[in-house]
């Protein structure tokens, strides 16, 4: 099993910025990947961004328009999702995720979820 704990939501001015980082803890795997989706309330889980622990390779939804950018400390097990230019729309419970595999669709492992608050 892997846990995964993260930190660093909070509230913070449209137009600001916040990180968040994620830490795993526990089994990991040769070549995993881990991640971020955010939900609104009375909304879907979203995708957000991902990345190879192991190759660095990168994904990000459609929304993120270069804002948020996602890195790892792979010695650390650790990525963080550094979010720039905030909108109220952004506000979410932001979840990190874990795959066991860097070329598996669906996240494997969840957190508890950190919550992000945009205030116009």
């Known amino acids: 099993q892997m846990q995964l704990v993260e930190s660093g939501g909070g509230l913070v001015q449209s137009g600001g910025s916040l990180r968040l980082s994620c830490a795993a803890s526990?089994?990991?795997?040769?070549?995993?990947?881990m991640g971020w989706f955010r939900q609104a309330p009375g909304k879907g889980r979203e995708f957000v961004a991902r990345?190879?622990?192991?190759?660095?390779?990168?994904r990000y939804g459609d929304f993120v328009k270069g804002r948020f950018l996602i890195a790892r400390v792979s010695a650390k097990n650790t990525v963080d999702l550094q979010m720039n230019s905030l909108k109220p729309e952004d506000t979410a419970e932001y979840y990190c995720a874990a795959y066991r595999n860097s070329l598996s669709k669906d996240p494997d492992y969840w957190g508890q979820g950190t919550q992000v608050t945009v205030s116009s």
């Open positions: 990345i190879s622990m192991s190759t660095g390779r990168t």
């Open positions: 526990g089994r990991t795997f040769g070549d995993y990947a």
